[in-house]
């Protein structure tokens, strides 16, 4: 009679105790090595990504910073500034009045531009001469005015205007009606004295000998009647002469960042005068 022991009884033998030793051994050594395996790859992993950012990275920082310091030091373009150039002449002898105006921008040389809308003078637009740069005119029989008004537009469409004021010469006359090269004559005029920013030109002609001279005088007091310098009469020769008078006046300001010069010049009319030595 055959006997077959149960199989749990079998493994459970000290024999197949001692196998299962071995392998749970056997085990735990595998799962060792596998983890040092696994450990020495991170690792080494590791360490190359941190050499890569060592060796890389610092030169990437360094680009940005630098690209950044570019930009923050590279100065922008200056806006462009402007100059205005206002003139306005009334001739007592035609009965006309004559404007002009050029904008320029601020440079060296001036680098005339055209006005988006015009310019405009006592309301009225000036026309647009091409001649040597760009220069608005305006032109038309009157009579004298005091007040002058230019207006244009900046960039934003804002009018802007500038205002200027002329002042005549009215009734003028040397005394005595004869003059002499060696001595001062009066000068004197009805009307307003000179004002900062004025002066008088004499404008001196003889058809006969075909001459023009021109006498500018500045800081001749605050009167309507002056001494015309004996040095400046010495440079009218002796003969039979016509003047007549130009009074010019300098007006500044700055209109919404424009620089605006401004010139009003009053040409009198012309007046007999004997010149003698």
């Known amino acids: 009679m055959v006997c077959e022991r149960p199989r749990m009884l079998y493994l459970g033998s000290w024999?197949?105790?001692?196998?299962?030793?071995?392998?749970?051994?056997?085990?735990e050594i595998c799962t060792a090595q596998c983890r040092a395996y696994?450990?020495?790859?991170?690792?080494?992993?590791?360490?190359?990504?941190?050499?890569?950012?060592?060796?890389?990275?610092?030169?990437?920082?360094?680009?940005?910073?630098?690209?950044?310091?570019?930009?923050?030091?590279?100065?922008?373009?200056p806006a462009k500034k402007y100059t205005l150039d206002c003139y306005a002449r009334f001739d007592e002898q035609a009965g006309k009045l004559t404007a002009e105006a050029t904008m320029s921008e601020s440079a060296l040389p001036p680098k005339p531009v055209e006005v988006p809308g015009g310019i405009r003078y006592q309301r009225v637009a000036m026309t647009l001469v091409p001649v040597i740069g760009l220069k608005y005119q305006h032109a038309y029989p009157a009579d004298f005015t005091k007040e002058h008004s230019f207006e244009w537009?900046?960039?934003?469409?804002?009018?802007?205007?500038?205002?200027?004021?002329?002042?005549?010469?009215?009734?003028?006359?040397?005394?005595?009606?004869?003059?002499?090269?060696?001595?001062p004559a009066r000068f004197s005029w009805k009307g307003a004295p000179l004002e900062k920013g004025e002066a008088l030109v004499f404008i001196w002609e003889n058809t006969e000998k075909g001459q023009t001279i021109p006498v500018e005088l500045y800081n001749i007091g605050t009167s309507n009647i002056i001494d015309f310098p004996a040095v400046k009469m010495a440079e009218i020769p002796a003969g039979n002469w016509s003047y007549y008078v130009v009074r010019k006046r300098l007006t500044k300001a700055v209109v919404d960042g424009v620089e605006v010069r401004g010139i009003t010049e009053f040409y009198s009319k012309s007046r007999p005068v004997k010149v003698v030595d």
């Open 153 to 183: 537009k900046n960039a934003a469409g804002k009018t802007l205007e500038f205002n200027m004021h002329m002042n005549a010469l009215d009734s003028i006359s040397f005394d005595p009606k004869v003059v002499s090269r060696k001595q």
């Open 38 to 77: 696994f450990l020495t790859k991170c690792l080494s992993f590791t360490d190359w990504r941190q050499r890569y950012l060592d060796e890389h990275m610092k030169h990437i920082f360094f680009l940005i910073l630098s690209t950044l310091a570019f930009f923050s030091c590279t100065p922008s373009e």
């Open 15 to 27: 024999k197949n105790r001692a196998e299962v030793g071995r392998l749970k051994q056997l085990a």
